[in-house]
């Protein structure tokens, strides 16, 4: 089964390209497994054991900074191990998280992780990104996947650019790029059959 990769920054509607790839799917017979993988349990246990913070610091207004730029290379390399262990011929692994250097981060990922994938960019504007990372940090308050604060200042810093334009040009994965700017991913029907479409010619070639 194939890897999808989403990418973007923090609030750009990762989530919601996932729900739309499983209920489709669904609806259309598909009877394998769905998994998602992020890298901020990853983050997270960085942080706790850094007691010293000598990698990271928090930030008053909630959230924390990273300081060391090597955690972001360490971040790829433990979902790349993640990755490996989690392919299966019956699931659809769904890779998610964000950067500022995507080419930089794709190096970091093993042939086997990268053979039969798809990189799926969900492209917002900072600032709708920054209210949907507020917003729904307030309300899932703790639960699942996308319940952490990225600070402001994190977000200014790692995420106000990116290289996603450029990232074709450095792997010969396919690239699809969704636009989400108002959050009505799941109503604009152009935009979720371009997704499904290319997900489908994915898994013709199984």
């Known amino acids: 089964m194939p890897n999808i990769f989403l990418i973007g920054r923090p609030g750009c509607g990762k989530s919601a390209v996932f729900r739309i790839v ?26 706790d054991t850094d007691v010293k913070n000598k990698r990271h610091r928090p930030c008053p207004e909630g959230g924390v900074k990273v300081t060391d730029d090597t955690v972001w290379d360490d971040l790829i390399k433990g979902l790349d191990k993640q990755a490996l262990e989690f392919q299966r011929p019956d699931r659809i692994l769904f890779i998610e998280f964000s950067r500022d250097i995507y080419a930089r981060a794709f190096k970091n990922f ?8 798809l990189i799926i960019y969900i492209d917002a504007s900072f600032d709708a990104c920054w209210a949907r990372n507020v917003r729904r940090v307030q309300e899932e308050r703790g639960r699942g996947l996308d319940s952490h604060l990225v600070s402001r200042e994190e977000m200014e810093k790692t995420y106000l650019h990116d290289d996603h334009e450029k990232l074709q040009k450095h ?36």
């Open 110 to 117: 093993s042939p086997e992780v990268m053979k039969n994938s």
């Open 22 to 47: 499983e209920k489709k799917l669904r609806d259309g017979g598909f009877k394998g497994e769905f998994k998602r993988i992020d890298d901020f349990p990853l983050l997270k246990q960085i942080f």
């Open 171 to 206: 792997v010969k994965t396919p690239i699809l790029i969704v636009k989400n700017e108002n959050a009505d991913l799941e109503k604009r029907e152009e935009e979720t059959e371009r997704i499904i479409n290319k997900v489908k010619g994915l898994l013709k070639v199984q």
